[in-house]
């Protein structure tokens, strides 16, 4: 039986598409993904849903002998299809907070040396988006804000609970997972910035970036939370910068590892 060109199309065309673009990439680059993992929101009793959770371990770089940790990166990762123009305001990254949460997520201990000062959260563009606003209809006006919360929701619920990679894969190792929220878009051919120190000013948004937020939420025993984030906006066409400045992460927490106990 032939499938109908229209359906051909449609699946050319639709979300779902970019998302398996998506999960291709991360796995031909040697990540263990989940894809569309439903979880319950012990807050609203709720099922939702993340787009993909992504992770992976790191060989250590540059130590002699062998580390009693084994490093992961997992990530929390939202696809969106950009189909209409958007402006995102750029202001100072709150610099001292992304230090903070540095301590308090990853190996590095000390929010003033020179390892952390490596890490991209704080390394790179001072700014950071901070406001956002789309030129569309009413019904997908939201898109940003729904797909920064669907990350930062999934972090938030799922972030702590144990390896996706098999067991097999694993030695005996007790490892330490850093967690990151992640939005990957299509491209960023539709997205602008405005700089909050010049107004009038309208440029192109031609490199992966970061979100900045102050995220209000109920934890899963319903209690008032409030907590800071970085959260990446990687273009599927520079996820290859991405990846490498996840790999000069972990060149710079790997030194942490030797001195943390196990």
């Not at 309208?202 to 959260?231: G, H, M, Q």
Request: net charge neutral.
């Amino acid at each position: 039986m032939d499938v109908p060109e229209e359906v051909v199309e449609f699946t050319r065309s639709t979300a779902s598409n970019f998302h398996s673009k998506v999960v291709k990439t991360f796995r031909a680059k040697g990540w263990h993904t989940r894809v569309s993992p439903y979880y319950l929101d012990g807050a609203t009793n709720r099922a939702r849903e993340i787009d993909l959770i992504a992770e992976r371990f790191w060989n250590p770089f540059g130590l002699p002998g062998k580390l009693s940790l084994r490093l992961h990166t997992k990530l929390f990762v939202e696809c969106k299809y950009v189909s209409e123009n958007t402006v995102f305001w750029f202001d100072e990254k709150d610099s001292a907070a992304a230090r903070r949460w540095l301590v308090e997520n990853t190996p590095l201990p000390n929010p003033d040396n020179a390892y952390t000062a490596r890490h991209h959260y704080v390394a790179g563009e001072p700014m950071v988006a901070k406001l956002f606003e789309t030129k569309a209809r009413s019904t997908e006006r939201e898109y940003m804000y729904k797909a920064l919360n669907q990350a930062l929701h999934s972090m938030v619920y799922l972030r702590r609970k144990g390896s996706i990679i098999p067991a097999e894969r694993l030695d005996h190792r007790p490892s330490f997972v850093v967690e990151y929220p992640v939005i990957v878009v299509n491209s960023f051919e539709k997205f602008f910035r405005v700089n909050m120190g010049n107004l009038n000013e309208v440029t192109p948004i031609d490199a992966n970036f970061l979100l900045e937020v102050n995220y209000a939420f109920l934890d899963a025993s319903k209690k008032d939370r409030n907590e800071y984030f970085l959260i990446d906006v990687v273009s599927l066409d520079r996820i290859d910068a991405f990846f490498e400045g996840l790999g000069s992460d972990v060149e710079a927490m790997t030194p942490s590892l030797a001195v943390l106990p196990v």
